[in-house]
C-alpha cells in the first residue's frame, strides 16, 4: 500500500465519480481504477460499489476513508515537521552560559531569537567557562554565552559586546563612595577570584593585571561564577574585580567602583563547535549576527549617592 493509494481513494471517496475524480487528481480515469482495484486487492475487499451510473462506498470503505485521511494527515505533518527542522524552524538547543552574561545582552538576544523563530526550543545551562568549552568539543550543548577571553582552540564565535572590569566591594570600604580608583591602590586586598582549574583566563587576566599594577592578589576566596564573587564581597569577604554590568544585579551591601588602569574591558562570545552545527543553531547564530537593538537603559557602574 502506498500513501498514493490512499490519496486516490479519499478523492474518489469524496467524489464519487471517476472523472471528476479523476480530473481533481490531475490524472487521467484508467490510472485512477487501476490504483484504485490494487487497493482493494491489496486489503482483499471492496471499498466501493459501483456500476454504470453511479459510485458509492462500502462499509469498509466508509470506514477505511477516516483511517486514511488520518495516515494522509500525519504523512502531511511529518514531511512539514521534516522539512522545519532541515530549515532551522523547528528544533531544540542547548545552550551553556556564564552568569554575567544574563547581564550582558544575552536575555535581549535569546528573546529576539524566540520572536524570529518561535518553534526552535532552547535549554539554558550554567556552565562555568572550562566546563563550556569541553561540552562543546563534546557534543553535549550546541552553543554557549562565555566571557573568555579570546576564542578556545578548535572553536568558533561571534565577539560580544566589551565590558569593563570594575572593583567590587563592601558598601562600608573605605572606597566605596570613590568615583574611580587604581588598581595599585587595592595591593594590601584580600581578593575573591576565579579558581584558576575553573576559569584558567579569567583568573590569570586579574592576576597579570595586578602584576602589571606593581603587586600579586592576595586571594583567600575561590568562586566559579561572577556572581558568587559578589555574593562573597555583600557578606564582607573582600573584594572582587568583575564586570561592571553585573552592577544589574542589585545584590545589596555592594559598590562598584570604576578601574583608572587601561587593559581592563572583559570580552566575550557567543561560541559554537564548527563541526556539529545543526540547522536550527545556523538559524541562532544568523540572528546573533544581526545588530543590537538599542537598550532602553544603561547602568552606571558606581551606585553609591
Not at 35 to 40: A, H, S, V
Not at 223 to 251: D, E, K, N
Request: net charge positive; hydrophobic share 45%.
Amino acid at each position: 500500500m502506498e500513501l498514493r493509494h490512499l490519496r486516490y481513494f479519499v478523492v474518489l471517496a469524496e467524489e464519487l465519480h471517476f472523472g471528476h475524480a479523476a480530473a481533481r487528481l490531475s490524472i487521467t480515469q484508467p490510472p485512477l481504477s487501476f490504483n484504485i482495484r490494487k487497493l482493494e486487492e491489496h486489503l482483499g475487499l471492496r471499498l466501493f460499489e459501483r456500476d454504470s451510473r453511479s459510485v458509492s462506498l462500502t462499509p469498509a470503505g466508509q470506514a477505511f476513508l477516516a483511517e486514511a485521511r488520518r495516515v494522509l494527515a500525519q504523512a502531511r505533518h511529518a514531511e512539514e515537521t521534516v522539512r522545519a527542522v532541515a530549515d532551522g524552524q523547528l528544533g531544540s538547543l542547548q545552550i551553556g552560559f556564564t552568569t554575567s552574561m544574563l547581564y550582558r545582552g544575552m536575555p535581549e538576544m535569546l528573546r529576539g531569537f524566540t520572536k524570529r523563530v518561535p518553534n526552535v526550543d532552547f535549554d539554558l545551562i550554567d556552565m562555568p567557562v572550562s566546563e563550556q568549552v569541553e561540552a562543546l568539543k563534546q557534543g553535549r550543548i550546541h552553543a554557549a554565552f562565555s566571557t573568555s577571553l579570546t576564542l578556545p582552540r578548535g572553536l568558533d564565535g561571534l565577539r560580544m559586546a566589551d565590558d569593563a572590569l570594575a572593583c567590587c566591594v563592601h558598601e562600608h570600604h573605605a572606597i566605596a563612595k570613590r568615583q574611580r580608583i587604581k588598581l595599585s591602590a587595592l595591593a594590601n586586598e584580600s581578593f575573591v577570584m576565579f579558581s584558576r582549574d575553573t576559569t584558567a583566563a579569567g583568573h590569570e587576566r586579574v592576576v597579570q593585571m595586578c602584576i602589571a599594577a606593581g603587586f600579586y592578589p592576595q586571594t583567600r576566596y575561590y568562586v566559579r561564577q561572577w556572581l558568587s564573587a559578589v555574593a562573597l564581597v555583600s557578606q564582607g569577604f573582600g573584594i572582587a574585580l568583575v564586570p561592571s554590568s553585573i552592577a544589574q544585579a542589585a545584590m545589596p551591601n555592594v559598590r562598584f567602583v570604576a578601574l583608572d588602569d587601561p587593559s581592563r574591558d572583559l570580552s566575550s562570545y557567543l561560541m559554537w563547535n564548527p563541526e556539529s552545527i545543526s540547522p536550527a543553531l545556523e538559524r541562532l547564530i544568523e540572528h546573533a549576527r544581526r545588530p543590537p537593538a538599542p537598550r532602553r537603559s544603561s547602568t552606571r557602574v558606581r551606585t553609591a549617592e
